[in-house]
């Protein structure tokens, strides 16, 4: 990024709910062409007023979005086919999360139904038996 110093002045006609606006004027670091903005505070942006070119439009991308959503809603509710394809597809997809809820209900259940305290034990059991096991088999080899 590039640092400038801007002189500020208050705009004295304009505010936004109550607030002042304020004006910025900075110099072009190349030509040395005076740039002038002023906050934005209703888009919590900045408004150039001469000298710049905004590169990067914001507003106007969400303004071509929802001009693109709108005409795909429209085009849907004129054509049944689309209206209808669009039906089936949502109730495919609860279908489907109604289908993994039921997997995931069933799952829960068998874990729900597992004793872990008799696994334990029966683990615990057989560590001793191996444990009697391997000693018997020592005593066997020693003698």
Known sequence: GKKFNARRETVEDDDYLGLSIFRFYIRCPRCLAEI?????????????????????????????????????????????????????????????????????????????KVNFDRIINEVRRDIIEDKIRQEQEDEELVR
């Open 36 to 112: 002038t903005f002023k906050t934005d505070l209703k888009n919590c942006d900045y408004a150039e007023e001469h000298g710049a070119a905004r590169l990067f439009e914001a507003e106007k991308l969400l303004i071509e979005k929802e001009k693109v959503e709108q005409a795909k809603e429209d085009e849907e509710k004129s054509n049944p086919m689309k209206m209808l394809e669009k039906r089936t597809k949502m109730s495919r997809f609860e279908m489907e999360a109604l289908e993994r809820l039921e997997e995931l209900k069933d799952l829960n259940q068998r874990q729900g």
